[in-house]
Each structure stands twice: as structure tokens, then as C-alpha cells.
């Protein structure tokens, strides 16, 4: 069992940045990949970033390549997506996920943390 918790949303302009960190409760914390994903107003959920269990490998929407960087620190059971050149489609509430797959569907993930908001303003 893994409870995740996210944190570090919040009200930037557009061209700014933001971390978001996923602390994770649980022992299997290391043996999981982990995803961030975004749902914006109206709009179904859609993924934004994975990271293999190890940090080898990682995985990024075409939207947010370049822009974002996926990371974790197992020692410390948390992962992070840092945000850079936020943008007004940018805006979302943001999950992280955790999983036994480095999967960019929702699917792929069992636990689910309850998200933070972002707000990019123009």
C-alpha cells in the first residue's frame, strides 16, 4: 500500500516556475514508477511525466518536454515535477501516481494521490 500526498501548487504568471513534490508513505515506495498527471477544468485526465522505479528512465508529454523535469529521491520517498516556462494551458490540478509499470496512462498507476492546484495566469 502507498499514500501519496502532493504539495507545492499554487499562483504563478506565466513564464515562471513551480515544484511540486509527491511525498510517499509506504515501504515499496522504491519499487515503484511514479507519473504525474493533470486534469484542467472540463477536461479528462492526461499524463505529464514518469520515472522508472531506479530514476533511469523518464517519460514526458510532448506539451511539457523541455519545460518540465521529472526527478525523485528514494531516500526520502518523494518524487518532484519541477515546472519552468509555465504556461496558461499549463493550469490543471496535478496527481501523482504511483505504479508497478512506467506507464503514461492513467491505467498503469494503482495509487493515487489526492492533487494540487496550479494557476497560470497570462
Known amino acids: 500500500q502507498v499514500q501519496l500526498e502532493e504539495s507545492g501548487g499554487g499562483l504563478v504568471q506565466a513564464g515562471g516556475s513551480l515544484r511540486l513534490s509527491c511525498a510517499a508513505s509506504?515501504?515499496?515506495?522504491?519499487?515503484?514508477?511514479m507519473g504525474w498527471f493533470r486534469q484542467a477544468a472540463g477536461k479528462e485526465r492526461e499524463f505529464v511525466a514518469a520515472?522508472?522505479?531506479?530514476?533511469?528512465?523518464?517519460y514526458y508529454a510532448d506539451s511539457v518536454k523541455g519545460r518540465f523535469t521529472i526527478s525523485r529521491d528514494n531516500a526520502k520517498n518523494t518524487v518532484y515535477l519541477q515546472m519552468n516556462s509555465l504556461k496558461p494551458e499549463d493550469t490543471a490540478v496535478y496527481y501523482c501516481?504511483?505504479?508497478?509499470?512506467?506507464?503514461?496512462?492513467?491505467?498503469?498507476?494503482?495509487?493515487w494521490g489526492q492533487g494540487t492546484r496550479v494557476t497560470v495566469s497570462s
Open positions: 501516481a504511483a505504479g508497478r509499470v512506467t506507464g503514461t496512462g492513467p491505467p498503469d498507476y494503482d495509487y
Open positions: 509506504g515501504r515499496t515506495f522504491s519499487r515503484n514508477a
Open positions: 520515472i522508472s522505479w531506479g530514476g533511469s528512465r523518464t
